[in-house]
């Protein structure tokens, strides 16, 4: 990922920002509200200078909040300066838990539940269902039963709002219309939470399989374009090629009839020959060119078995010997419908950057294994090793840890998306200086 920030975190700057402007709207209309009650309906509210400092500390609280998600949704210079989307959810929580008890205490001042204004305990509980996750919401809804409750049980009255909901301190004993004003609050407010909960888990899993969606249509818009370079680039070589393989053909068979008495002469017949060979080797890479772009064109998918899948694997990979292949008799005869060429493509692929990771010469060991739903191919080589950034990146086109000219960096991203499009995965572990270990697995047919 090469964004600056972590979809996660952008989705809860984005809810940040809009708690950030209710709670501006709060504080004003609470404003109002108590200097229209006090100036147009003469009413006479006590506690006038705890309001106040209610209100004060919700001013407070939206400017250090403000403050601090603009800290961190600046630009930052790598990843490692991502702050956690949890340290998101935590403040917004606890904001939420400021903003509720803010609320029982103006509410407290002003008449408890006889208040009309006392259904702002839905307002706060529906916010906490959309921004925050389901333990957070159930935990912030407990808390808001707490107190409502205790609203109920001790208030000071206001003579203008008197819906006759004495309190519970007052008469000892709780009404039958309290009774039903907490059933029904109770009631409300957990459908309430319940829906939206799930709604709001809903949204994210639909925004996942998005995000899935694109980002396999990305690395398919990727693999028709190598595709169509491969095709064109092996085009234009097909002809300069064979050219010099004719070339190379006629001077081979020159010497033979006329071997040369120059000094050096029997290392330029071993050069031609040469020149021979690699020119061969050039025609066969040409011709998967040619065809190959992840998914071999034209290819169908048919029962392929696990021992010919493998095999054909090592047939195609350079210095095979090295490769240490366990593949036990109860595997050997499972089968698989894959395009059988494009993935043994693959695996080659994955087994040669093994190969290559290690110079000391060391086996490069393959494992397959039957692991439930799924057959494992296990890779393990002796190599380096690769750094988290690097492990990061292994999956990127174009991204190589060879030197200049071994390697263009498209075998781990070419076998991902041909393994993806199987339902299969590809799993790196791996742990400096002690090798890499990549965990393969596809789908039984």
């Known amino acids: 990922m090469n964004a600056t920030r972590i979809p996660e975190n952008d989705h809860c700057y984005a809810n940040t920002k809009w708690l950030l402007k209710l709670r ?52 930052q210079t790598s ?18 838990i400021l903003d509720m008890l803010s609320l029982t205490t103006l509410l407290f ?8 204004f006392s259904l702002f305990f839905f307002v706060n509980l529906s916010l906490s269902a959309l921004l925050l996750n389901r333990y957070w919401a159930w935990a912030i809804t407990a808390l808001t039963f707490c107190c409502y409750f205790f609203l109920m049980y001790q208030h000071h009255p206001i003579a203008q709002l008197n819906l006759g909901l004495e309190t519970i301190r007052s008469t000892g004993q709780i009404s039958i219309m309290q009774k039903g004003l907490l059933a029904s609050f109770v009631t409300c407010a957990c459908v309430i939470v319940y829906f939206l909960t799930r709604l709001t888990d809903e949204l994210h899993n639909q925004q996942i399989q998005i995000r899935r969606a694109q980002l396999l249509q990305s690395n398919s818009d990727k693999v028709e374009a190598l595709g169509t370079l491969a095709a064109g680039t092996a085009h234009e070589l097909a002809t300069p090629l064979s050219t010099i393989a004719i070339v190379a053909k006629d001077v081979e068979q020159a010497f033979e009839k006329h071997p040369p008495n120059f000094p050096g002469a029997e290392d330029v017949i071993d050069d031609v020959h040469l020149i021979r060979s690699e020119l061969d080797r050039c025609r066969k890479i040409i011709d998967r060119m040619s065809s190959h772009a992840g998914d071999t064109i034209g290819e169908s998918i048919g029962p392929v078995s696990v021992e010919e899948i493998s095999m054909r694997t090592l047939d195609g990979i350079a210095d095979s010997d090295r490769v240490e292949l366990s593949l036990p008799e109860a595997v050997k005869e499972q089968f698989l419908s894959v395009p059988a060429e494009a993935l043994c493509q ?23 294994s039957d692991v439930g739903d799924s057959l494992q191919w296990l890779i393990k080589d002796q190599g380096d090793g690769m750094s ?7 999956s990127e086109p174009f991204f190589t840890t060879k030197p200049p000219g071994k390697g ?11 393994v993806g499009r199987l339902g299969g995965s590809i799993e790196f572990e791996t742990r400096p200086e002690k090798g890499t270990t990549v965990r393969l697995k596809l789908p039984k047919s």
């Open 109 to 116: 001042a002003t008449g408890g539940p006889n208040n009309p």
């Open 346 to 368: 693959a695996m080659r692929a994955i087994i040669q950057n093994g190969i290559d990771a290690d110079g000391s010469g060391s086996p490069i060991e393959v494992t397959v």
């Open 79 to 96: 990843l490692t300066n991502e702050y956690p989307s949890r340290s998101w959810s935590l403040i917004l929580g606890l904001v939420l």
């Open 408 to 418: 263009m960096g498209l075998g781990v991203f070419l076998a991902r998306n041909v």
């Open 24 to 75: 501006w709207v709060a504080v004003i209309g609470q404003l109002v509200t108590i200097l229209g009650s006090t100036w147009l309906f003469q009413m006479e509210i006590p506690m006038a200078w705890a309001m106040a400092s209610v209100i004060g500390v919700t001013l407070v609280s939206n400017l250090l909040l403000m403050f601090w998600s603009n800290r961190w949704q600046q630009p």
């Open 388 to 394: 988290n950034e690097q492990l990061r990146r292994v």
